[in-house]
Every structure is written in structure tokens, then in C-alpha cells.
């Protein structure tokens, strides 16, 4: 094949007897957009995190695929397809629920008009379709530029991605002074990937996160969001944590967390996150929905609760002064990654329901359990008393309070582990 020859020095084979990939692994519609692509006279390969994790014997989370068709001729040979983005355009194919991503060869070509960078190197838009050796090139890691060919099933590997594979490191692909400048969201997916694949970052790819840290600033706030959703809904969020704490990055995501931590931060709060993140690397991996709001009423509780507590001592009128501190600090959150309204609020109304859960008395306790935001304020202060920010006993006396009150939704955290119990009042 032209290209396999053209590259042949750089290129390992590795053919079908000797790998372990099997396509009963591969979606269903993967298989059939790779085949089809083929029988068009295509060149079709799965790529990425795809093949990735199948050579790890981790299930993919999805499958992206790479061709040599041009996404208006991927669009023609598909009904069910749509061409999307702007930086670089990609095509959609739906199954159902399942979608496909192809994506063309891009190729090198750095005075293209096709490819637009800002002063800082970054790529802004690139279009400029290639061959499949020069695609495997511009991808970020050696790991995740590893390529599935559908025509004779082989593996090929042009970046040494086997080798890191098994050397279970994650190695960016050219110079790190180079690469993360052109799109620094490489820095966040290194962390993501580390964390994800218990891999480590090779070294100089390690140093560059620390050189180029910065250029975060300057991604645009609503691909900050969807990179930070990732990190945190990856089912080790704990790690993530670590990881972005470990190479500084936690400023440009949070900085008022990051500051918070620069200042003797309390051990009950820091225990807080830990656990907090525990809890949803748990349900993560147990397939319960976790929710953006959840994540950042975690990450900035801190913040919050200081800032709060200073304005306020009267246990009365913290409410009050939830929301005001609520208000302040999320705008200033969203400056650097854009929450979405409705996660926004959430995390708003978690934090200012808190005090609400020490009133037992009277008619308070059945306003708050129809509260919308009730069952995450619930997750949310249980994990408060279990590192002794609020008393024990009020998470015990909740859950048998919903228990009570026929909530349909039963409360797994205590409901699981304790018979029913008639309900005690907290004192
Ligand atoms: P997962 O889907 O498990 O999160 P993935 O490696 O498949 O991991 P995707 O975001 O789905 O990641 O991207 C698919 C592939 O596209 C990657 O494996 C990589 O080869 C390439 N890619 C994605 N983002 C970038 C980037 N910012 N720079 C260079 N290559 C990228
Ligand atoms: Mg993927």
C-alpha cells in the first residue's frame, strides 16, 4: 500500500496473529462505517483511544475512526451523518445513541491558509487533509496515535506508541515547546490519561506542563468546562486531583481553590474534597449520573464556607450569607470556565441549603426534602459530617427522614447498610 511504503522505516506492523484486538470488541457501528468506508475504496482505521485501550484490555469509551475520504464524501456515503466543527471539521455519525467521529488524514502543512495560528503558536483552525503518516503525527500522545486497519486488521504504529504502551507511558508526539503551545487543553488530557490509564507522564512531557502551565489562560471557557467535566466524571477524579495539584494546574481551573490551598488550608475541608471525590469516583464507576453542579459546589465549598463564615457568625443568618458569597465567587468562576446556568445555580443552591439541614423541627425538614436540589445537598452534607464539618447524627436522621417520607428515590448511602428505624428526632 502507497503509504505503508512511503513510511516504511518509521512504521512498525504489527500484523492480526500478533496483536490481540478483536473486532467482537469493536462496536457494531464502528465496524460498519470502517467497512463501509473500505468497500468505497477508502482507507479506514480506528485510532485513538479506541485502539488504545483495547490494546490495555480496557473497554473504550468510544471509537473514533480515521480515513483518507474527505468529510463531504464521508457525509454522502451516510445518511445518518453531519459535518461539525470549525477548528477542525469532523463527521458525525449516528446510531441510535452511538456516535461515530471520523475524522480526514490531516496533514502537514504549517503555511496553509487551512491553518490559522495566534501569536502564542496556537492552532485556531486546521483543515489541511494528509496522509495517514502525517496524521499519526499531529496527534498528541504516542499512545493515542496508534492505528486499527480495517483492510487487513493490523496494528500500525508510527510514533513508537507501542513501545510507551508498554512502558505504560504517556509521551507527547515532537518538542513539548512546540506542541503545547499549539493547543495547551494537551496539558489537561496528560493529567486525564496519567490518571485514567495509571500511566506516567514521560519527562519531558512532564516538564513542559510545568513551562507552559500557563497558556491555559488564554483556552476559551466553555472548552475549559467541557476538558474540566472530563477530568472529574473520569472515574478518578481522586487522581486527577493529585495530578493537577502535582503540576500546578489546578490555578487555571479553580483559582480560588488553588489559593485557598496556598493558605494552611484546614484538614477537616481538604479531607472534605477528598471524600467528595471518592464518592463520585464512585458513582462514576458504578454508573450512577454525577453532576457538573456537584463537582464545583465540591471544589469551591471551601472557598464558600470561609468567605461565609467570615461575613457571618449567627448560625441563623448563614443562609443569607451563603448566597451572597455564593454569588461572588461564582462569578468569578465562571471567568475562567463557563458553568453552564443550571450547574451554576445548582451548586448554588447546594451550598446555601447546608444550614438548612440542622433545622429538624416543625414543617422545615418537608420544604427542604422537595427542595430540587434536594438529593445532591443530601450527598453533600452527608460527606460534611463524615469529616466532622457538621454534626454525625444529621446525616442518619435524613436519610431515615426520607425514608419516612416515601421518597421514591431511595437513599442509597444509609439506606443500603441500616435496617429501617423509626425516626429520631436530632437534638
Ligand atoms: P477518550 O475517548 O478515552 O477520552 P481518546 O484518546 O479517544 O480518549 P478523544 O478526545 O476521543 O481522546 O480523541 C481521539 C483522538 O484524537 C486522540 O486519541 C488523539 O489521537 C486525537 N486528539 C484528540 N485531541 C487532541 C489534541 N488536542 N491534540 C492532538 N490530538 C488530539
Ligand atoms: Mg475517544
Given at each position: 500500500m502507497k503509504n505503508r511504503e512511503a513510511s516504511a522505516d518509521h512504521l512498525t506492523v504489527i500484523p492480526r496473529n500478533q496483536h490481540h484486538i478483536s473486532r467482537k470488541s469493536i462496536s457494531d457501528s464502528a465496524l460498519k462505517v470502517l467497512y463501509r468506508l473500505s468497500k468505497s475504496g477508502h482507507r479506514a482505521c480506528l485510532v485513538g483511544g479506541g485502539v488504545r485501550?483495547?490494546?490495555?484490555?480496557?473497554?473504550?469509551?468510544?471509537?473514533?475512526?480515521?480515513?483518507?475520504?474527505t468529510p463531504e464524501?464521508?457525509?454522502?456515503?451516510?445518511?445518518?451523518?453531519?459535518?461539525?466543527?470549525?477548528?477542525?471539521?469532523?463527521?458525525?455519525?449516528?446510531?441510535?445513541?452511538?456516535?461515530?467521529?471520523?475524522?480526514?488524514?490531516?496533514?502537514h502543512d504549517e503555511d496553509s491558509a487551512k491553518t490559522e495560528t495566534n501569536d502564542e503558536g496556537r492552532i485556531l483552525r486546521d483543515n489541511t487533509f494528509g496522509e495517514i503518516e502525517e496524521d499519526a503525527i499531529r496527534r498528541d500522545f504516542t499512545a493515542n496515535a496508534l492505528y486499527y486497519d480495517i483492510h487487513d486488521y493490523a496494528v500500525l504504529d508510527y510514533v513508537g506508541g507501542l513501545q510507551d504502551i508498554e512502558a505504560r507511558q504517556l509521551r507527547l508526539i515532537g518538542d513539548p515547546a512546540k506542541r503545547y503551545p499549539e493547543d495547551p487543553v494537551r496539558m489537561l488530557r496528560a493529567v486525564r490519561f496519567a490518571a485514567k490509564l495509571d500511566f506516567t507522564i514521560e519527562e519531558s512531557a512532564a516538564q513542559g506542563i510545568f513551562e507552559h502551565g500557563h497558556l491555559l489562560a488564554v483556552i476559551p471557557p466553555a472548552r475549559m468546562f467541557d476538558e474540566v467535566i472530563k477530568l472529574f466524571h473520569s472515574g478518578k477524579a481522586v487522581r486527577v486531583f493529585e495530578l493537577l495539584r502535582e503540576y500546578r494546574l489546578l490555578k487555571y481551573l479553580v483559582p480560588a481553590l488553588d489559593e485557598w490551598l496556598q493558605d494552611e488550608p484546614s484538614e477537616s475541608m481538604l479531607d472534605f474534597i477528598d471524600q467528595a471525590l471518592?464518592?463520585?469516583?464512585?458513582?462514576?464507576?458504578?454508573?450512577?449520573?454525577?453532576?457538573?453542579?456537584?463537582?464545583?459546589?465540591?471544589?469551591?465549598?471551601?472557598?464558600?464556607?470561609?468567605?461565609?463564615?467570615?461575613?457571618?457568625?449567627?448560625?441563623?443568618?448563614?443562609?443569607g450569607a451563603l448566597m451572597q458569597v455564593g454569588e461572588t465567587v461564582m462569578k468569578r468562576q465562571v471567568r475562567h470556565v463557563s458553568i453552564p446556568r443550571r450547574f451554576s445555580q445548582m451548586a448554588r443552591d447546594i451550598w446555601s441549603s447546608q444550614p438548612r439541614f440542622h433545622r429538624t423541627q416543625g414543617k422545615q425538614p418537608l420544604r427542604l426534602l422537595g427542595y430540587p436540589v434536594f438529593r445532591a445537598a443530601y450527598d453533600f452534607m452527608c460527606i460534611q459530617t463524615m469529616v466532622g464539618l457538621m454534626p454525625h447524627r444529621l446525616c442518619h436522621w435524613w436519610t431515615e427522614y426520607q425514608l419516612e417520607h416515601g421518597d421514591s428515590k431511595q437513599p442509597e448511602r444509609e439506606a443500603r447498610k441500616r435496617p429501617r428505624r423509626r425516626r429520631r428526632r436530632a437534638s
Open positions: 485501550d483495547l490494546l490495555l484490555e480496557i473497554q473504550p469509551k468510544d471509537f473514533d475512526i480515521a480515513t483518507d475520504a464524501e464521508v457525509r454522502a456515503l451516510f445518511k445518518n451523518s453531519r459535518i461539525i466543527g470549525r477548528r477542525f471539521r469532523l463527521v458525525h455519525i449516528r446510531f441510535g445513541r452511538d456516535i461515530i467521529e471520523v475524522a480526514t488524514f490531516r496533514g471518592v464518592n463520585t469516583d464512585d458513582r462514576v464507576n458504578t454508573g450512577q449520573p454525577v453532576s457538573p453542579g456537584f463537582i464545583f459546589a465540591v471544589l469551591l465549598w471551601p472557598v464558600v464556607h470561609q468567605q461565609a463564615s467570615q461575613i457571618q457568625s449567627d448560625r441563623q443568618k448563614m443562609i
